[in-house]
DNA sequence: TCAATAGTGTCTCTTAGACAATATTGA
DNA sequence: TCAATATTGTCTAAGAGACACTATTGA
């Protein structure tokens, strides 16, 4: 089967998508989005995982990448199982889009401390899947799927800062962004407010996370 | 089932081991040693890989690690499937402990141009479990489960351009490594010849790959 | 002595971090 | 004008790459 860790970032923190279980085991507790394989509709593991949120959630993510397997005896109490672990970004602006089906509860917990008890290994997959996230973004990858089309500088560094929750500095940042072939300046667009315009960006045709 | 890209470094050539295939489909086609999952046997699946790599090779190796997960209905022509990829590092020195079993012929060929048609899709899994590899090396991590328990900066620095494929400077190589915890010199030990003797060192107990 | 390999020193260039300075808006 | 945020500049220190230098052995 497939378990997907949902990532977006609201109110500056980074957040997973946790669902109510509706059915036995672990009834009622929380859990990550997850479901199995069928061989005669998905063409892959990633194409289960896209029509597991896509059923789960109402939503197609743009981006979906496979972290690990987890396998054993002991993860699930009835029996052996075999699961595919994936993270997906949600652009901050689509969250009001993720509607639960099939009678299952939606909520979204804080991705370093979901403040529930999770089903199962899903706490464990959870931070697996933040760590991987993290380490790319640490490696200077820039987590645009995350962010609505069209976004500020200080947007993509407030979303960084939320992934590794820690404070990046703003000079040394700009910097690296400039050699970036990931980032498009969107010509003459600017957000206002009560202070100096800020400049609008785009992601690259060739942008890649 | 999973499959392996065992990996070792001779004739400062970084080589994966292949078998020529016994029986159909692509009988007689070289192959990355791969396996079936046995839930009764197994407790994980790097468990599989282990016991796989016993059963054809005869050997216990050191280090393991997942790579990936590849799927899909057309990787096998007996229908979908679904496959759990591995690197194992083999020392130098333990190459002549591989020994086949089960009448498979056993070879080991160049990792980056294996020189033969490889069966099904184990060029391109090849390819990953190389790319996978090179990343961790090119991070600064030291292969060191590819060399013999103690080992001059030479070979360790040999064994890394053999993995990556390039020269590698050696003063900024040894520079580095000054500062790194998981090398521990070997007291008093020394390799001899006609030439200034080389310093011995060893993996220290907290290395990890 | 010499060849061969081990090991070190030095320069330059790039980059990250810290933090200060300047710029532009609406109220 | 001022508060607020955007954007740029400057200084420093650490590290990587290039390459030359010194050290130690056995023959």
Redesign the interface.
């Given at each position: 089967m497939v378990d997907i860790a949902l990532f977006t970032v609201h109110e500056g923190e980074l957040r997973a998508l946790l669902l109510q279980r509706a059915n036995a085991p672990e009834k009622g507790r929380w859990a990550l989005p997850g479901g199995i394989?069928k061989?005669d509709i998905d063409?892959?593991?990633?194409e289960t995982a896209r029509r597991v949120l896509r059923d789960k959630t109402g939503v197609d993510v743009p981006l979906l990448k496979?972290v690990?397997?987890v396998?054993?005896?002991d993860r699930d109490p009835r029996?052996?199982s075999?699961s595919?672990l994936y993270y997906a970004l949600l652009p901050s602006d689509q969250i009001h889009l993720v509607a639960g089906r099939k009678a299952e509860t939606l909520a979204w917990g804080r991705a370093s401390a979901p403040g529930r008890r999770l089903a199962f290994d899903h706490r464990h997959l959870l931070d697996l899947a933040l760590s991987a996230l993290r380490s790319k973004v640490e490696l200077a990858a820039l987590p645009l799927h995350l962010l609505p089309a069209r976004f500020t500088l200080t947007q993509l560094q407030k979303t960084c800062e939320a992934i590794l929750e820690r404070p990046v500095d703003k000079s040394a940042f700009r910097r690296r962004l400039k050699s970036d072939p990931s980032l498009v300046e969107v010509e003459g667009e600017f957000v206002r407010g009560v202070q100096r315009p800020a400049q609008l960006f785009r992601a690259s045709p060739e942008f890649e996370f």
């Open positions: 394989l061989p063409r892959s593991l990633d496979q690990t397997c396998s054993g005896p029996g052996w075999l595919s």
